[in-house]
């Protein structure tokens, strides 16, 4: 091998990370504290892989055969469902052995090593071997195996060698980009003459190890296709090359996005080392699916045949495009009734994983009585999540405003307002003397201002009397057509022919007192969908309405109030 110089790639990489890789003072290191950076000052080191001139070891990989039921991962899979389909099939078997590992090390530390080398010192520490380096057996074999290495044994006679494959390894490389291959050679090569290892893979694996291994000198992959970029970021999980599994998750994101592809990216596995490398891509499978499926009402069939992980990641987006948050809740109950058929399961699943993205808080005090009364949830669940709503329906807009901001971070964003088709609205209620509801409408600058030149909002429903009532905030021409201004109607739900008469009272909070002002009192016997109201509620034009000096946008809120009595 040519001697090292000062000059050499090697040692200008190994300087950059400070660290001696073969320092007997550093040859424990648990992953956690692993800090080296792949491509942090590194080079392009594609020139010296499998080069005997510029490699310290030679890596010996056994290609076994596997079950005739699983197709191999990398072989025929031309899209992503194929790929999907054979990583199902295998996965018990991937919970049997290692997918990556050709031996069983669980039964104890004298069957840590299958093979032993002949020339392994008496006070070799062959107990404390990390299980994950287990992969490797050191050459050559002696051929004496523990009396007591059945698993071990059950394992090499349930697996046929297909064939063999020899490269030449560098393992300062390897190291700097692997945790798992910094232990390896730091614990489990004591000598300096052994220097031959060996790695025992499925058929199906070798093509992604080898990318993988190529990856950790060149920092780029040559495969591009979703099915080969998975098999590689397994791949890489397993060998924790994190580089090599940002590269990938980062490569995949730049893939066209499908229905499938997202779904399969949310159900990768879970790993600390995977959730942390593939964030963004599972971020950007949950925005897939939520821009996609943000009308659940016009794609519901298919929605309610999507997995837990696609329902969770539309439920969580803000910009859902329902009526109201009551539809959101029907729509959970709807799913979990049809995936979760038994309740024991349904109520689980509701309670750990659905419930929290249902806004109760944004839902009408009609739904919310029907939460306490649902089977589907726990009464006490249902209890706490009621009461929470209530009291944040009773918190002033200032405080509400200040408990949605606190809820930034969290995924559920219980506090926070989606962009409803109706607007909540706030009502009190009063049985006597009179039958009689006050309803609060808050309204946005910028929703307002949407409504320009002809747009209308609706509020959601709100009932007195047993009868459902809303209001609808409208940009419009004034009576004599002369400017657009801004006017309030109320409007009663269509019910047949029923006929109902009611006084009621639009007010605005006013600068600069901030108190309610009444803007317009009548009366009307309403039927079946009709409405009735004042177009130009604040008696002047738009402009004057919407400008920055106006006297009806306090903190760029709108406070609208309407109170309705019936007549009697």
């Not at 956690?32 to 392009?44: A, F, K, L, M």
């Amino acid at each position: 091998m040519a001697p090292l110089t000062s000059s050499s790639p090697l040692l200008h990489a190994m300087r950059d990370s400070n660290l001696d890789l073969f320092d007997p003072r550093t040859a424990v290191m648990d992953s956690s504290d692993y800090t080296i950076e792949v491509g942090r000052g590194d080079g392009d080191f594609g020139f010296a892989f499998n080069d005997s001139n510029f490699s310290d070891r030679i890596l010996r990989i056994e290609i076994i055969s596997e079950s005739t039921e699983a197709r191999p991962d990398g072989e025929g899979c031309t899209s992503l469902a194929d790929w999907a389909r054979n990583r199902k099939r295998r996965r018990e078997d991937i919970k049997r052995d290692n997918a990556f590992t050709a031996l069983d090390m669980a039964a104890g530390p004298e069957e840590q090593i299958l093979n032993q080398p002949d020339n392994i010192p008496d006070d070799a520490d062959t107990e404390n071997q990390d299980e994950e380096t287990a992969a490797m057996i050191e050459e050559p074999p002696s051929g004496d195996e523990g009396a007591n290495d059945n698993d071990s044994n059950w394992s090499m006679e349930c697996s046929t060698v297909l064939r063999v494959k020899t490269l030449h390894i560098s393992s300062p490389i390897l190291a700097a980009k692997s945790p798992f291959f910094y232990k390896l050679f730091s614990n489990g090569m004591r000598e300096s003459e052994q220097r031959h290892v060996t790695l025992r893979i499925n058929a199906s694996e070798e093509a992604a190890l080898m990318e993988l291994l190529n990856f950790m000198y060149s920092n780029t992959l040559t495969v591009t296709t979703a099915p080969a970029l998975l098999d590689v970021l397994m791949a890489a999980d397993k060998f924790e090359v994190a580089s090599c599994m940002r590269y990938c998750s980062r490569s995949l994101r730049n893939l066209p996005m499908t229905p499938e592809s997202a779904l399969l990216y949310l159900d990768l596995p879970s790993s600390v080392l995977m959730a942390e490398a593939v964030q963004p891509l599972t971020d950007a499978a949950k925005q897939f699916l939520a821009v996609r499926y943000k009308d659940i009402t016009k794609f519901q069939d298919e929605v309610l045949n999507l997995p837990l992980a696609g329902v969770e990641a539309i439920l969580s987006s803000d910009d859902l495009q329902v009526a109201s948050e009551d539809a959101v809740y029907d729509f959970v109950l709807k799913w979990s009734r049809i995936q979760y058929p038994k309740v024991e399961e349904r109520r689980e699943i509701l309670a750990t994983r659905l419930a929290q993205f249902i806004r109760f808080p944004y839902m009408t005090c009609r739904k919310l009585r029907k939460v306490m009364g649902c089977n589907d949830f726990d009464h006490e669940f249902a209890q706490k999540v009621v009461v929470e709503a209530l009291f944040f329906k009773a918190e002033a807009p200032h405080r509400q405003r200040t408990l949605a901001a606190d809820e930034t971070p969290n995924p559920n964003r219980r506090f926070v307002e989606r962009a409803y088709k109706y607007r909540p609205v706030k009502v009190v209620e009063f049985e006597l003397p009179r039958q009689q509801c006050v309803v609060y409408l808050d309204l946005k600058r910028e929703e307002c201002g949407n409504l320009f030149p002809s747009g209308r909002v609706y509020s959601q429903a709100f009932h007195l009397g047993g009868q459902g009532f809303f209001l609808s905030a409208h940009c419009n021409m004034d009576q004599q057509s002369s400017f657009h201004c801004f006017g309030l109607f109320l409007g009663m739900q269509e019910k047949g022919s029923v006929t109902f008469a009611v006084d009621y009272e639009f007010a605005a909070r006013s600068k600069p007192t901030e108190e309610y002002i009444s803007k317009y009192k009548g009366n009307y016997t309403f039927t079946g969908g009709k409405a009735v109201g004042y177009r130009n509620l604040f008696a002047i034009p738009w402009t004057s309405f919407m400008a920055e000096d106006s006297l009806y946008f306090i903190n760029g809120i709108l406070h609208l109030r309407a109170e309705l009595t019936i007549r009697h």
